[in-house]
């Protein structure tokens, strides 16, 4: 994998919630083609950090620095629930600048075309995550941020996003992800960065590592960190 | 018989009937203008009068028929009932209109002013606004179970609020001509006009019947639709 | 009964403690509020007509309008997270939902009446303290009505799209007669004239206020499962 | 600047996609303003004031009533699903999401006004249609004035925690002047005195829109991160 | 397990969105201390059946009959963002006339007592799904359903919950569980529901299947069906 450039660099980043810290001085560098997994206790701080990386959340202190076009697939589905699949992919495209073949193709590919004229609002949990990361994808973004991106996908459409996003890291694209799904995961990451009360404990590469192992080692650090 | 054949009986009868009282509508106008006596204040812009009264007499049949079915639908949960209800309402807020702008029109050289605030117009205005909101609402709404069962209760609301409005800008001064036919003493019109008058009530009425059907079987056939297209998808 | 009173007093009680973390609805009423006022104030030529005789009309504007900013908050709470399900799951009688929400949101009414009122004297100068007693009567029962129906009507209209443009467009009808009936007297009050005189009024006023009580009552629970 | 233009239209577009999904949003806010001008009609004291004088008042209450509405609206849309992050992400200036948003609002607030207009002068006949200009100006000024400001304000306090609380108490203030200045033009327009007689609050409602509307593109900017 | 009372008893259930047909004459019966798990795709119609079972949503057609109380967990929390957690429980406590000390007793099972009394909106999507379970589980109804319950749950709470769920099933507590994470739950369920286009396709005991064994019989069933 070509390491050539650094998408992103965060330098000390803390982001306090009033008189919370939530983040503690986090310091870490995504590359091209590289897939960050980020996994951490409930709490630990992994939405707010992607967040802030999406420059979405002013850090309290530290700073972010973007080298390129960052996409996001968040808690929430940031669709326009009255407007159908289509409407939505084609306003964020006029807004990216992509032209409507590019929304189409992605529907097709996440499996939505058959419903794509449909309210968003009548979608199920499933179609609805699948439709925010369509939004997600249509820039093809440089850095793409996925919170919890599997959430309530049946196992076909985990498979295709997990080969879309495959298919994005072969292409030099980069990534960090948040998840509890590690299993499922693994085959796509290549470093593990491991979370704890807005600390991240360690930040290592998972080339061959399997999930037993580093789920082993994220117990190890919890219990110690 | 198939539900669908009987939408379809409906919807020919109910354009037959229409059919037939339009023509009739023409036949008591021919008469209003040619066999029945210019009225002698107002010229002959009382004329209107006869589209005017028998429409607005339409209008609020339609808005109570739409009350009284809502009830029948809570009670019986009926899909049909409310069909009919939305069905009436609607037809009733055509006959408003007709009766809001007709009204108006004669207003100007008989009052020398369009509109004035007085009990039965004020009225009747209100009811024909609720009635709107109770087709933006159901406009509104996606699931027919739900939209069926708030526009019932619209309805029942509106049925009842009638009365109350009625009574209270009925408290204010009143210039609307009080009614020459719904009053205990006999009716105070000039024969031949009091025949048009009749004649034209009950053309309307018909009409409104007629208005009914069709938009009621309307109804019927989409509900249809969405029972085939529902099994095709699945 | 008991049951029925001790679960609607608990839904009121919340309605009124998440109204209270925001402010939300409370705050913009009352901002509506002192926005007509002005508008009503500074709208008449003065050359024209007197304060006083605007004033009437003036309060009853701004009290209907400025509640129904409110109304759909009763609601649109329960919509955020489907609480609304959490509350019909609940083993309670679903007219407690319906009492607990008219409780509520008398509550908040009141509130931003007893706001508006000192206002209005401020804008209008008018004599309200003296005749307190019979005001307080016909803004109670006049308030009442509004609220009643609103709170029926905002129970369905949460469900659409603009259901701030939708629960003004159903609920005014309803407004004219409480309306009209509360300017009339107070129209009278002000101008110090027996309170017999409006008796006609009166009446009106408190059979709007129970045939709608119990006809919303008995409809609402038609306005709950989807 | 073309880019700007490109993607506010989009957001604007997008907007009123929204509003006419329910293909509602016309006709109530028509019925909604007969039923105001009825309402505020009935809601004074026929012996004390005549229909003309409420006119003007009838006019800004129903227009402030629909502004506040859009308002809200605008801006609770992009929180829904925090739809407002994707816009944010995307690579356009925050200019564009700022006038995107007023043009909106804007189309809003005038399809209210247009058709509420015609009723005005049909219930209470004033003589509307020679001062037709004038009042188009005033009309339009005032509006301006507060989608812009409004407009602002509610993107400035839509990230934050108490935006709701916020929201209406800043816009009180900026309110106020361009509403009351509009109702005193309309009335003396209505009375059929000269426009020259109004000048001075036509300055300040111009001055009004040009200050503001430079200042809130610079300051939009800084509003929107959490 | 005693099999004895069916507690909830559904026939021929069908509900259709417009003119979408999305259950299809469903016929099921819960038993005491009875797991049932519900997998099917997306849009298969887990999340309406669970709703229609709840009562929350009146069927088209056929009919649901339930003896006993019933609670739900679904994808949204049911809670008051701008309450604490502690008095959206409270809350819900006065409405099942269940005491204050039950609504503790959960905060203290599912690790939310130190920060019970934040308001739910400043919770992380984990936490949030713990006091949407902890909700439910105030009653200690006879029937509990639940939707996807262990979205964004860390290791731990996942753990801590199912140990409550089975907990719950040991005493005779039944429960239908909508989910896709098969693996998780296995220990779990007593029986597995087989959902594709609105037909339960299949209802067949768990008894001794392992995951696998269920996802095999599961693609099978999605080809043919
Ligand atoms: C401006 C709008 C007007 C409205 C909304 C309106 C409304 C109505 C309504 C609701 C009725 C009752 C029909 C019934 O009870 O059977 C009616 C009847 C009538 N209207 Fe009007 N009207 C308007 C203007 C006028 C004008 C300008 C005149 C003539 C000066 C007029 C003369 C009558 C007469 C004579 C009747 C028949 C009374 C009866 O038979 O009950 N209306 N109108
Ligand atoms: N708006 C907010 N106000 C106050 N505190 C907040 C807010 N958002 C998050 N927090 C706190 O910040 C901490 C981290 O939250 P965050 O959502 O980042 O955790 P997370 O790692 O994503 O957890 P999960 O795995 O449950 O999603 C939590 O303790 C949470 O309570
Ligand atoms: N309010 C609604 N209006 C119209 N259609 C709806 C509505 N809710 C759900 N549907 C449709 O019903 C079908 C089943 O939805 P449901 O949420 O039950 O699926 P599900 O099995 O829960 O899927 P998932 O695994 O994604 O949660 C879907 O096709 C969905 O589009
Ligand atoms: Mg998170
Ligand atoms: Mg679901």
């Known amino acids: ?225 | 018989m198939t539900p669908r054949d009987r939408a379809l009986t409906f919807a020919r009868r109910g354009t037959l009937l229409t059919g037939a009282m339009l023509v009739a509508l023409a036949g008591v106008y021919v008469r209003a203008l040619m066999f029945t006596p210019i009225e002698r204040f107002q010229g002959p812009a009382q004329k209107i009068f006869y589209v005017h009264a028998p429409a607005a007499w339409s209008a609020l049949l339609a808005f109570a028929v739409t009350g009284i079915l809502s009830i029948l639908y809570l009670w019986l949960r009926d899909r049909r009932l409310d069909v009919a209800a939305a069905a009436s309402a609607e037809v009733g807020v055509a006959f408003s209109m007709v009766m809001l702008t007709t009204g108006p029109i004669w207003g100007k050289p008989i009052w020398g002013t369009w509109w004035t605030w007085d009990a039965r117009l004020t009225s009747t205005l209100f009811i024909f606004l609720l009635f709107v909101g109770y087709m933006v609402l159901r406009g509104a709404l996606t699931d027919p179970e739900v939209r069926a069962r708030y526009s019932a209760v619209i309805g029942i609301m509106g049925l009842v609020l009638v009365p109350f409005i009625h009574f209270t800008v009925f408290l204010f001064r009143t210039l609307h001509p009080d009614p020459v036919l719904m009053k205990p003493e006999k009716p105070s019109l000039p024969g031949d006009m009091l025949l048009t008058l009749l004649v034209s009530f009950g053309v309307f009425t018909l009409l409104y019947v007629g208005f009914l059907t069709q938009r009621y079987a309307l109804g019927l056939l989409r509900e249809l639709r969405d029972e085939e297209m529902a099994h095709a998808v699945s | 009964m008991a049951d029925l009173l001790r679960a609607a007093a608990a839904i009121a009680l919340k309605d009124l403690a998440v109204e209270w973390r925001t402010k939300t609805a409370l705050v913009s009423s009352l901002a509506f509020a002192v926005l007509v006022l002005a508008v009503l104030f500074f709208a008449r030529d003065p050359t024209a007509v007197g304060a006083v005789d605007v004033a009437p009309g003036a309060l009853w504007v701004t009290f209907t309008f400025a509640a129904m900013i409110g109304l759909n908050r009763a609601f649109l709470m329960e919509r955020d997270n489907r609480a609304l399900d959490g509350i019909l799951l609940a083993p309670i009688p679903r007219t407690a939902l319906f009492l607990g929400k008219v409780a509520a949101n008398l509550v908040f009414v009141a509130a931003v009446e007893v706001v508006s009122v000192p206002l209005f004297v401020l804008f209008y100068d008018v004599p309200l303290w003296r005749r307190l007693p019979e005001l307080t009567l016909v803004i109670g029962t006049a308030t009442f009505a509004f609220v009643v129906v609103g709170t029926l009507l905002s129970s369905m209209v949460v469900r659409t799209r603009f259901s701030e443009l939708m629960l003004p467009l159903l609920l005014l009808p309803f407004l004219v007669p409480p309306v009209v009936g509360a300017v009339q007297v107070t129209a009278r009050v002000l101008a110090g004239r027996p309170l017999s005189e409006a008796l006609g009024w009166l009446r009106l006023l408190l059979a709007f206020d129970i045939v709608f009580f119990v006809l919303s009552t008995i409809l609402f629970t038609a306005t709950l499962d989807e």
């Open chain 1, 1 to 225: 994998m070509p390491r050539a450039e650094p998408v992103l660099v965060a330098q000390g980043v803390s982001r306090r919630y009033g008189h919370r810290r939530v983040l503690h001085d986090v310091t870490l560098e995504i590359f091209q083609g590289q897939v960050i997994l980020l996994i951490g206790p409930n709490g630990a701080g992994k939405t707010t950090l992607l967040r802030v990386l999406a420059g979405l959340l002013r850090p309290s202190a530290g700073r972010v620095e973007r080298r390129g076009s960052v996409s996001m697939v968040a808690h929430h589905s940031m669709l326009y629930d009255v407007l159908t699949a289509r409407e939505n992919l084609r306003f964020y495209g006029r807004l990216h600048r992509v032209g409507a073949s590019r929304a189409e193709e992605l529907l097709q590919q996440l499996g939505l075309a058959a419903r794509a004229d449909e309210r968003v609002a009548a979608y199920s949990r499933g179609m609805t995550q699948r439709a925010a990361i369509a939004r997600a994808l249509l820039p093809d973004p440089d850095l793409l941020l996925l919170d919890e991106p599997l959430t309530g996908l049946d196992d076909a459409s985990c498979r295709v996003v997990l080969d879309v996003l495959s298919d994005l890291r072969d292409r030099g694209r980069a990534m960090a992800i948040a998840s509890h799904q590690v299993a499922e995961l693994m085959e796509l990451v290549t470093a593990v960065g491991f979370l704890k009360d807005g600390r991240l404990l360690a930040l290592e590469p998972a080339a061959g590592r399997g999930t037993d192992e580093v789920l082993a080692r994220y117990r190890s650090l919890l219990v110690r960190g």
